[in-house]
């Protein structure tokens, strides 16, 4: 047989959830939408394909169009698969709703298409389930997302995880203070996104700065501490930077006392280095890491002025999980929900399947999940096929009774004729 | 004290990476200084665990987070880009990345563009990254070792390589061409392990720095 190739694989990037994979991905989900919903924030669903220059709004947000899948409609116009939530999301809140009152809190559960590089784990399909906050600016609007990001983590069962918290403004502010070029400032960036503190000291010495200036920025970008020592090391900074160092500092702190009143200052910390790669945000960023998973499954931060390229200009925050690495982290804590099971299956002999089926609806009536036989299978041969399930027969016939809890109600309740329990 | 996982890689930066690991108070004698055949060796008092493994593993277990920290070159940083942070050059094993031909050949014709030339490496990513920099077309052949013999049997007209003295080139008879990068051994961390273990990898990069430096 000539069969092509690919009609049996798939593009490279993507992949198939099969039911246990598909059951965890709902449940994982449903739990942090019933999170988001106790919250406050509301789901919204968006087109996976929307213009590109709606998806690239944002001062150059996810600066590389080489990640897009870009393709064509009809009218030759140049379309994209979303690469993000936020965008899109912002969009909707900056036309459609924009009479609502404010703020916004809206939540989605969804995939979102950027191109990787093919090396094992890396996916191209990313599940994402996240929140945006629109409309409200202040350390009380950054304090609740980051809460609920803390919530959201603990709801799905992960334990251990540390979520590291900066500021756009911060990092700003100690370039603007130790005054490096453009390029310069471009090249030592893209050192902080990849943390890559080799090169970026690198960088830093052959910038040629002067020692406090260079002194300044790479213990910025290694600071590990408490918030105190972040203000004896850069609270003096920043008359020159026209005090930004100093604001964002002072946001952080107000920030961190509000998430110790919440109870959840031990699941944060400061990392005053973090940059994300995503360009549009203006304020508080941070990314959540767990145990064993070696790319952060959360991130998010603020972004003032994305929606002001869709005319709105509000305020807003938010975050996005990364479901596919929250899923393998859950896994190695043992944590994950088990699918849910099949409860039983009725044996159903051709000539009759309306007692079967009544049998079954009867049995779903009272909470269980229950299959019908369709394939008219008897003895050991049904038992098998329910073993291999997890479930238990429901036989018509008359045969070995059986003591299997509600089952055997069942069968009392339905004159079934017996029951077969399978454990 | 929480168990802190390192892996290292086997072969010739070893014996001077134990050193290091010594002085800096993070191995004990658990971890010999001739290579043993345990792949996985624990401290105990230091609370501290080390697997020891292929070079171009050691990104693979710190990427996954099956180490916390690793210790591996820069070239096979370079080579597979994991997603690890890189923390400090720790300076040993030094090399460069070189392009080399038979000394007879004439480099200048051999970079003219007019024909494909094949080029055997261990590092296809990096020789095609600097080939397409200067424009050229090549055909990579990608070899696990003794790369310095492709030329003289006819496999390849030029190689990228890593060399530390350049003996190895001069015995087989090859004459560098280019200089392409340098490299050397580094400090990388699994991008959780830093966060979630700061209080443990905050105060030991700082004992190896303060080694380095003095």
């Known amino acids: ?423 | 004290m929480e168990l802190l996982t390192i892996a290292v890689p086997k072969g010739r930066p070893y014996g001077e990476t134990v050193q290091l690991l010594r002085s800096a108070g993070i191995a004990g004698p658990e971890l010999t200084a001739e290579e043993s055949r345990a792949l996985m060796i624990t401290c105990p008092a230091l609370s501290t665990r080390f697997i020891i493994a292929r070079d171009s593993d050691v990104p693979t277990y710190v990427e996954h987070g099956a180490a916390d920290l690793g210790i591996v070159g820069k070239n096979v940083l370079m080579e597979s880009e994991p997603k690890v942070y890189e923390l400090l050059d720790l300076g040993y094993s030094a090399c460069r990345f070189i392009l080399a031909a038979p000394a007879a050949a004439d480099p200048v014709r051999l970079l003219d563009g007019s024909a494909a030339r094949r080029v055997a490496t261990k590092y296809p990513r990096m020789t095609e990254a600097y080939f397409s920099s200067r424009g050229l077309q090549v055909e990579t052949i990608f070899l696990h070792g003794s790369i310095e013999v492709a030329p003289k049997v006819g496999l390849a007209d030029m190689i990228v390589d890593i060399t530390e003295t350049g003996r190895t080139l001069k015995e087989n008879n090859l004459a560098i061409i280019d200089n392409l990068w340098t490299s050397s051994m580094r400090l990388i961390a699994n991008r959780a392990s830093y966060r979630l273990k700061a209080e443990r990898i905050g105060p030991l990069v700082q004992r190896l720095r303060e080694l380095m430096a003095g």
């Not at chain 1, 002001?308 to 804590?333: K, Y």
């Open chain 1, 1 to 423: 047989m000539n069969v092509p190739n690919s009609r049996n694989q798939i593009p490279e990037g993507v992949r198939d959830q099969l039911p246990r994979e598909a059951a965890q991905m709902r449940r994982l989900a449903d739990r942090l939408g019933e999170v988001f919903g106790t919250w406050g924030y509301r789901e919204v669903v968006t087109p996976g394909l929307e213009y590109l220059e709606t998806v690239t709004a944002g001062a150059g947000s996810l600066g590389r169009r080489e990640d897009l899948y870009q393709l064509f409609d009809r009218k030759g116009r140049t379309l994209a698969l979303r690469p993000d939530m936020t965008t899109p999301i912002a969009r909707v809140a900056a036309t459609k709703m924009a009479g609502e009152p404010l703020p916004l809190r809206l939540s989605y559960f969804a995939p979102v298409y950027r191109y990787r590089a093919q090396k094992a784990g890396s996916v191209s399909e990313i599940w994402q389930a996240g929140i945006e906050l629109i409309g409200a600016a202040g350390a009380a609007a950054d304090g609740e997302v980051v809460a609920l990001a803390c919530g959201a983590l603990a709801a799905s069962g992960l334990e251990g995880f540390k979520l590291g918290l900066g500021h756009v403004d911060f990092v700003e502010g100690i370039f603007a203070e130790a005054g490096v070029d453009r390029a310069t400032e471009e090249a030592l960036k893209e050192a902080l996104v990849a943390r890559d503190l080799v090169a970026f000291e690198k960088g830093v010495r052959e910038a040629g700065l002067p020692g406090e200036k260079a002194e300044l920025l790479t213990a910025m970008a290694s600071f590990q501490g408490s918030y105190e020592q972040a203000v004896a090391r850069f609270g003096g900074v920043g008359e020159s930077g026209a005090g930004r160092v100093v604001r964002a500092l002072r946001e952080l702190g107000t920030m961190l006392q509000l998430l110790a009143e919440l109870g959840v200052a031990g699941q944060v910390s400061l990392d005053l280095g973090l940059t994300r790669s995503l360009g549009y945000y203006t304020g508080v960023v941070f990314e959540g890491y767990a145990p064993g998973v070696g790319s952060p499954v959360l991130g998010g931060g603020r972004y003032d002025n994305l929606l002001a390229d869709f005319g709105g200009r509000l305020p807003a925050t938010g975050f996005a999980l990364e479901l596919d690495r929250l899923l393998v982290a859950l896994e190695r804590q043992g944590r994950l929900p088990g699918a849910p099971g099949l409860d039983a299956v009725v044996e159903c002999p051709p000539d009759r399947v309306g007692e079967a089926m009544a049998a079954a609806r009867e049995l779903r009536g009272r909470g269980l999940t229950v299959e019908v036989d369709l394939l008219g299978r008897t003895g050991a041969e049904l038992v098998k096929y329910a073993r291999a399930r997890g479930a238990r027969v429901v036989s018509l016939t008359e045969g070995t009774g059986g003591e299997a809890g509600e089952v055997l109600e069942a069968r009392r309740r339905l004159r079934v004729a017996a029951v077969t329990p399978i454990h």
